[in-house]
């Protein structure tokens, strides 16, 4: 297994931003057959000059296209789960789209719904957006083919996903454009990280089925009593590996590979 690697520091690229999951180097001045995608297919040992750097690339780096991300996070839910739960019991809505009475927690949705966030800066938290705003940041056009594609993804990984067993409740996109306008998918893209999975086996309608993704850190958070506000108590080291154990088994219940 790769080992960790918390912040990485290749001095031979320049810096352009360091976030919460990932750090972004400069070089120079593609689900393809839904939409085009940012990867490039370039091996991340032949841009970093210094050799002593590589060691740091491991499994982890790829090089990916240059391109303007969009300023909101494209979010999918097929199933009724988290805020989406809370804020349906309350209203009967999620983000503001009105949902069929009677659903209980986990109920897969009719048909996904598209609920987008801004992006939030180091730190700070998403917020939910409606459609109307989505259109206010980035104009009618773009912002419906946005949710088009964010849909049409969810809706062919999902059902690949169940073909192996695993149910994705909900996941989140992020999409940038090129000098042309056209429309990328960038950043990571389903993952333990970016969604929410469940095992099929043991989804069961009327309650939050356990889950391969970050929820078992969320969880061990919630026990703390943390008000959420820096600075954030620190993960133990059994915390960490039994995550690192739930992404690895999601990695290789999907691919048949192991890392």
Request: proline share 7%.
């Amino acid at each position: 297994m790769t080992q960790p690697l918390l912040q990485s520091s290749i001095k031979s690229l320049p810096l352009i931003n360091q976030g919460k999951v990932r750090d972004i180097y400069d070089i120079d001045a593609e689900l393809h057959h839904i939409i085009p995608n940012h990867l490039t297919g370039i091996a991340p040992e032949s841009v970093v000059a210094d050799k002593s750097e590589h060691a740091q690339l491991g499994d982890r780096a790829i090089v990916v296209k240059k391109l303007k991300p969009l300023p909101i996070e494209a979010v999918v839910r097929g199933y009724l789960v988290g805020s989406g739960w809370k804020e349906y019991k309350q209203s009967g809505t999620v983000c503001g789209i009105p949902l069929p009475a009677g659903l209980q927690e986990a109920s897969q949705l009719p048909e996904p719904i598209f609920t987008p966030s801004t992006k939030a800066e180091l730190g700070t938290h998403d917020e939910n957006i409606t459609f109307a705003q989505t259109v206010d940041l980035v104009g009618a056009e773009l912002a419906a083919k946005v949710r088009d594609s964010a849909i049409a993804l969810y809706k062919a990984a999902a059902e690949y996903a169940l073909t192996k067993g695993i149910i994705i409740a909900d996941t989140k996109f992020e999409f940038g454009l090129d000098a042309n306008g056209t429309l990328y998918l960038i950043d990571e893209a389903l993952t333990p990280d970016s969604s929410r999975f469940w095992p099929a086996d043991q989804y069961k309608v009327g309650s939050n089925p356990p889950s391969f993704d970050k929820q078992y850190v969320r969880d061990w958070l919630e026990s703390t009593g943390w008000n959420k506000q820096p600075p954030a108590p620190e993960l133990p080291a059994d915390v960490a590996a039994r995550t690192s154990e739930k992404y690895c088994e999601a990695y290789h219940q999907l691919t048949g590979k192991v890392i």
